[in-house]
């Protein structure tokens, strides 16, 4: 018995520490740089693809990044979508819709008119971000708006953003990778 609780008492710290949010100082510009760290395999970024190839990277930025002032508790203020697909080329506006499990739907517009790498960037208003803490996400899709192009797949980790609204409730810490 005293095993089994060891055991689940360091699945569940492996499992919290690897929510949270970090931050990293630069020491020449004096400059905080904010990130969610979702997986210990991954910390940046949440890889989106059923192959390996094609498919979306997303990261949140946060509206603290690039400033003097520190801030334990950073604010969310954009997504931002690669999208590898063979053959794409510049890509302007478009969007992403996310399908939640119980059927609805959140679509958001890409601001950014035009980006020949393939990047998109959404900027959610505050009923959008309350949305995306509350669901569970079942599938994603980004187009393009210049080809039409798009990429649609199942979500990864269905409370992604459910598990980034807990981590934004924990005072930042330091990243101890870019120290």
Not at 152 to 165: A, E, G, W
Request: with cysteine.
């Amino acid at each position: 018995m005293k095993t089994i609780m060891i055991i689940l008492v360091a699945l569940i710290s492996i499992n919290v520490a690897a929510q949270r949010i970090t931050f990293h100082l630069d020491e020449m510009t004096d400059k905080y740089y904010y990130f969610y760290e979702h997986d210990d395999n991954e910390p940046k970024a949440l890889l989106i693809s059923n192959n390996g190839i094609h498919g979306l990277v997303l990261r949140i930025f946060f509206k603290e990044t690039g400033k003097t002032s520190f801030n334990p508790h950073p604010t969310p203020q954009t997504i931002f979508i690669t999208m590898a697909l063979e053959g794409l080329g510049c890509v302007e506006y478009g969007f992403v819709i996310f399908l939640f499990k119980d059927g609805s739907k959140l679509q958001l517009s890409n601001w950014n008119d035009f980006d020949c790498e393939g990047a998109f960037y959404f900027t959610p208003s505050k009923e959008d971000w309350n949305e995306l803490y509350s669901k569970e996400i079942n599938k994603i899709m980004v187009e393009d708006g210049r080809s039409h192009s798009s990429y649609t797949d199942i979500f990864p980790d269905s409370q992604y953003f459910i598990k980034f609204n807990k981590a934004l409730k924990v005072p930042a810490i330091q990243n101890q990778l870019e120290e």
